[in-house]
């Protein structure tokens, strides 16, 4: 199993940035594919980004170029940096991590942009 901790979340005015940091614990081995989703109030959860291991990132639309997802390996950690915030992007932002049979989901962490 893997389990998955969030952190960096907040308050945060129009055009600031804050950095989200996930952290994968057990078996971090397995896992091939991490991202990030978000759900804000009353819409679907959507899915921002996502990174696979020793390939390619992706991006929706309504962040590229704003948002960024990293990894640091030796701390089966990933990141995602988030710049020119929007009073839109307020959500409950999910980490996930993926492996074969199975994907995990962190308990979440708020985000909060005020105009």
């Known amino acids: 199993q893997v389990q998955l901790v969030e952190s960096g979340g907040g308050l945060v005015q129009a055009g600031g940035s804050l950095r989200l940091s996930c952290a994968a614990s057990?078996?971090?081995?397995?896992?091939?594919?991490m991202g990030w989703y978000r759900q804000a109030p009353g819409k679907q959860r959507e899915r921002v980004t996502v990174?696979?291991?020793?390939?390619?990132?992706a991006y929706a639309d309504s962040v590229k170029g704003r948002f960024a997802i990293s990894r640091d390996s030796a701390k089966n950690t990933v990141y995602l940096q988030m710049n020119s915030l929007k009073p839109e992007d307020t959500a409950v932002y999910y980490c996930?991590?993926?492996?074969?049979?199975?994907?995990?989901w962190g308990q979440g962490t708020q985000v909060t942009v005020s105009s």
């Open positions: 990174m696979v291991f020793g390939g390619s990132t």
């Open positions: 996930t991590a993926r492996g074969l049979g199975y994907i995990e």
């Open positions: 057990g078996r971090t081995s397995t896992i091939n594919v």
